[in-house]
Nanobody
């Protein structure tokens, strides 16, 4: 149901755009979150967007606030996560996940039972 793409190698300070493609019902009715996991570290929630019925309310982790932007592209039916001013500590596998909840939350993995495969983001000079 979910497919993440767009990862790659980028220099510090650079930008990347990740995409999460979802089925029609998932795109409209589900909250979508982006998580990341770096080697040897716990999975971290970075951003989420609420379902369309909640007017796409968005939330960001403090670690990415002001640098990452999440949005819906209704024409392409994808959730976009734009990563800017990237730092080496942003290096991780990034996953998108979906949950049939109203307002999204970064507080619990269990709110998102549906996961896509990850996409690798590497920030290095």
């Amino acid at each position: 149901q979910l497919q993440a793409s767009g990862g790659g190698l980028v220099q510090p300070g650079g930008s990347l755009t990740l995409s999460c493609a979802a089925s029609e019902s998932t795109f409209d009715d589900y909250a979508i979150a982006w998580f990341r996991q770096a080697p040897g570290k716990e999975r971290e929630a970075v951003s989420c967007i609420s379902s369309r019925s909640r007017n796409d309310h968005v939330t960001y982790a403090d670690s990415v606030k002001g640098r990452f932007t999440i949005s819906r592209d209704n024409a392409k039916r994808i959730i976009v996560l734009r990563l800017a001013r990237l730092k080496p500590e942003d290096t991780a596998v990034y996953y998108c996940a979906a949950g049939q909840i109203g307002y999204c939350t970064l507080g619990s993995w269990s709110a998102y039972p549906y996961w896509g495969q990850g996409t690798q983001v590497t920030v290095s000079s």
